[in-house]
């Protein structure tokens, strides 16, 4: 098992042979999403009738496939931490779309699923509130716009206040950031993003820095910054301080074994 405290790698390994989740840990599994059709059948096969009819609504077949191979993978990846057949979990959502377990295994595990592109992470603890999200950086997005429009005053003048060649990858670090604290509180965006400021700067430790109205609540959460492939920014943002992180790569052996 490799534990990151930075967040910072080039390489997330293969899985455990014997997976065990600590209280005081938080696994990050990233996953990656085009898979040959064996595969992609495989896991539809451990999907509800609704989730495979959440996936046919996609027009494309290729994020039909994504969606069937992130949704199936979420459920064998905790069905494996709780002893549960992937089938047999059941799923609801709250008022703001943030999914989570429900009945006998509903307190004991805590879970939230992220995807861009042809890449998805799964981060994974135990009776903590928890976000995870993952960005592909595009350097065709007008960033400074967006910025301007979603981002807090603060961390506009943050981003202005870099060099402009690294403003791009900023921007899609702090976006990372946000998103896996908003996700965390499971409030999605009706949190408000100008009501929270993150360390925008890449290059540094990622963290809340402040949140409206209630400014105790950045000292609740610990944000980690994570790079789970070349081109990609992630963060996980997790309530509480007392855990380290655990990040895993879902091979091709762990897919054959399906």
């Known amino acids: 098992m490799l534990l990151y405290n930075s967040g910072m790698s080039a390489e997330w390994p ?122 592909r950086v595009r350097e065709n997005v007008d960033h400074e716009r967006l910025a301007r429009r979603f981002f807090s005053p603060s961390e506009v003048a943050q981003l202005d206040r870099l060099p402009e060649e690294e403003r791009v990858r900023a921007f899609f670090h702090c976006w990372s950031c946000k998103e896996a604290y908003i996700k965390g509180q499971g409030a999605g965006i009706s949190l408000g993003l100008h009501n929270f400021d993150v360390m925008v700067a890449p290059d540094e430790p990622a963290r809340l820095l402040a949140t409206r109205p209630d400014a105790s609540e950045a000292s609740r959460w610990r944000l980690l910054a994570l790079q789970p492939a070349p081109g990609y920014a992630g963060a996980v943002a997790v309530r509480g301080h007392d855990w380290r992180v655990s990040c895993w790569s879902w091979t091709q052996e762990e897919m054959a074994g399906l």
Do not use: C, M
Not at 61 to 87: N, S, T
Not at 96 to 120: I, R
């Open 14 to 135: 293969a899985p455990p042979a014997v997976w065990a989740l600590p209280a005081d840990e938080v696994h990050v599994w990233r996953l990656d999403l085009d898979q040959p059709a064996a595969a992609v059948a495989a896991l539809e096969s451990v999907l509800t009738p609704g989730e495979r009819e959440r996936a046919a609504g996609f027009y494309r077949q290729r994020d039909q496939a994504r969606f069937a191979v992130g949704r199936g993978l979420l459920r064998v990846i905790l069905g494996r931490y709780l002893g549960v057949a992937p089938a047999g979990l059941r799923f609801a959502v709250n008022e703001h779309g943030k999914p989570f377990l429900v009945g006998d295994v509903a307190e004991s595990v805590s879970f939230n699923l992220s995807h861009s592109a042809g890449l998805a992470l799964i981060a994974v603890t135990l009776g903590r509130a928890i976000g995870v999200d993952v960005e």
